[in-house]
């Protein structure tokens, strides 16, 4: 008799190569920790037919859900539905109105419907379509044997979460036999490394039910609180001491939750306050601007920017003076100030925010190493500015993103204290 | 009989709860592409002894070599060697050299030597010791059968790192049967679907040594050719008629090779040319120029941009004509003419593109839908105007991220056509 639980099988010679890290299993395993399913077993294979098979026959012994990510695109290469069917001797067929559905997905978005995209409207006799509604390769919702299901995904991320979300879900809370009800809640840090966290609340994170788990990647600090009830209702009830707490013990350096960024929050807070901003970046080079508007709805309060990656531009779009430039430098005090003053004048707002460092991995010195960063915050009451040193050895992509969340996060500091 | 093969097996339960992306899988299965060793499957399970002796024994029937990341640390969570040991009814033995060496290593690094890291010193009987340069907990190289032959190494990347490269890497170029020394390489395509380039290439795709295989993700499209010979230099060589027959069938739409993005080709044609660019941006709202500065060394092409998100901008900070925002309305072919007209004379540069659309989920209309973008190219022989339709169902990210990738790859088809 298989255990119950699910088990993750990814697909994809480019894992078997180290091209990619496997984010997709990580986000899965994240997923199924949320929902309080049992999960022991991830397993990685490639684009070949018979280990697949064999992958998939050694989990059907082992676990009740079997969750797939990869090999359903067009290519000859992509043989995950194929190699599900052969395992269980299930004979495929096609489903015309995939086949419309996927002609007329690719034509709407301007792409050439290629013959091999037929393959993809080819499914076991007696599975059930798992929409895809942001790419053209549906999944499949799978029971070859009464105690065994098999979910298909995509690879691209995008897509795989996008399904899960909508589709799978739904179906896992239903059908794969969750002891109760799991409610999760991110609460979101900046300002705040991993460790000095999990030491404010280390007496919580032994507690059984709700959980406490801290989560670290780069700039960003996160703790999942997890409680197991019999209504979702009760497990919510459960979290709210916990998470104000939490609250209590960490202040301003809590800034959101779940799906909540540095970005949205400071929209958010000066779209309450009627306020409105712009940007004035160098080293970032068009990072914060991107970070406000990756937030839909930011064009009420989001004004725009100016990339000043040259001086000449720093000049002529932002009024800062050579003067300035020639005596201190591009990456100084005086001129990352005058270009927070000059964006906010030019755009008429109330807030602005100006960035200018040295990236790297070239243009550092002894004096100005790679690394260190200027910023400023101009607001209705003046202009404060401040240095970051990141380090060099962080590298180009980490010392620019670090500059977005160190700038959104004074931003978001002022307008807390202004009350 | 086992295929000859290498198996990744990674222990622990932090990698099931999807705290951590599995990063040591990534980087052994690179090494091992990198030393021509066959890599078949990847598996995952948690801090369990039944479940790990179970992997064991499995990978056993499969592979040769099998290597193992976790589970070597002192606290009762950490069961790889016992497992191991377990799964070959060998019994374990305490190294008492071994055991001095950690007392010893621990004290140095002032850190307390608990009577639980007395358990890093047993080892199998007939284990050989894979020493620990960096940290406590040595690994070992043991055949329980002669055919077969386990790896252990921490799960902590950088001791990991170091102890493969120092014993690990000699013993499996002397031990594990390479078959040879694989090269690859991957070309970079844009403006063709996967699908479509899939089946320009079909025949080469079951080609066995070389391998060409295909990879997409959003806006993204590659080709890997992999080739296996007895030395680097002659697998490098067996590429060079692959790529040059590849590139004849697919033309410009391949932008590049290995680790070039569309905006380093950019960056490059225009280095060459010492011309200059510039960017102005509604909906992708910084984006482009994120991804322009992304690249090193992008200063000395890349003058800056405008995000002009709202229309006093457009007219402030680029000069477009208020009665053309009136009469046709932002996102329009007048609007982003006139953008990248405006962005061009300002920052004075060569090239200069621009981007206005509609990226939702609010703001759509029947007549101007979410996922309609202009974007323009203004250049030394004038400016020319397109439009894109990505559909609304792609997701504001998607629909940012493919205005950059169409705005970026006009510029570059243009600067090819200009020889």
Chains 1, 2 share one sequence.
Not at 354 to 381: D, T, W, Y
Request: net charge negative.
């Amino acid at each position: 008799m298989a255990e119950a639980g699910v088990e993750i099988l990814c697909v994809g010679t480019e894992l078997l190569l180290g091209d990619i890290l496997n984010g997709n299993a990580r986000w899965i395993a994240e997923q199924l920790a949320c929902l309080g399913l049992p999960h022991y077993r991830q397993t990685v294979v490639g684009d070949n037919k018979d280990r697949l098979v064999a992958a998939v026959r050694e989990a059907s012994q082992r676990c009740r859900v079997l969750v797939t990510t990869g090999g359903l695109g067009p290519t000859p290469d992509d043989l995950t539905t194929e190699a599900l069917a052969a395992a269980f001797e299930t004979p495929l067929e096609e489903r015309p109105e995939l086949w419309l559905e996927i002609q007329r997905k690719l034509s709407a978005g301007g792409r050439a419907v290629a013959l091999s995209n037929r393959s993809q409207a080819y499914f076991p006799r007696g599975a059930e379509i798992l929409p895809n509604p942001k790419g053209s390769a549906p999944g499949m919702i799978w029971s070859p044997r009464p105690d065994f299901t098999i979910l298909t995904f995509p690879g691209v991320p995008s897509e795989m979460q996008a399904m899960w979300t909508e589709t799978a879900v739904p179906w896992l809370q239903a059908n794969a036999g969750t002891s109760g009800v799991f409610v999760s809640r991110q609460l979101r840090f900046s300002g705040i490394g991993e460790s000095d966290l999990a030491e404010r609340v280390a007496d919580l994170l032994t507690s059984t039910n709700p959980t406490v788990a801290p989560y670290a990647s780069l700039g960003d600090v996160k703790l999942r609180l997890t409680a197991c009830a019999p209504t979702a209702d009760a497990a919510a009830q459960m979290l709210v001491p916990l998470e104000a707490e939490l609250r209590r013990r960490t202040g301003d350096h809590c800034y959101g939750v779940d799906e909540d960024s540095l970005a949205s929050v400071v929209i958010d807070l000066l779209r309450h306050r009627h306020q409105t901003m712009a940007v004035a970046e160098s080293c970032t080079g068009g990072g914060l601007a991107a970070a406000l508007t990756a937030v839909p709805g930011s064009s009420s309060v989001f004004q725009g920017g100016v990339v000043a990656y040259s001086n000449d531009v720093k000049q002529g779009l932002l009024g800062v003076s050579p003067d300035l430039l020639v005596t201190h430098g591009a990456v100084s005090e005086p001129v990352v100030e005058a270009m927070a003053r000059g964006v906010r004048e030019r755009l008429e707002c109330d807030w602005a925010i100006a960035v200018s460092g040295i990236a790297g991995p070239g243009g550092g010195s002894v004096e100005k190493p790679v690394g260190l960063v200027h910023l400023a915050l101009a607001g209705p009451h003046g202009c404060e500015t401040w240095v970051q040193h990141f380090g060099e050895r962080r590298g180009r992509a980490a010392i620019q993103r670090l500059s977005v969340i160190r700038g959104l996060d004074r931003l978001r500091l002022r307008l807390l204290a202004q009350v």
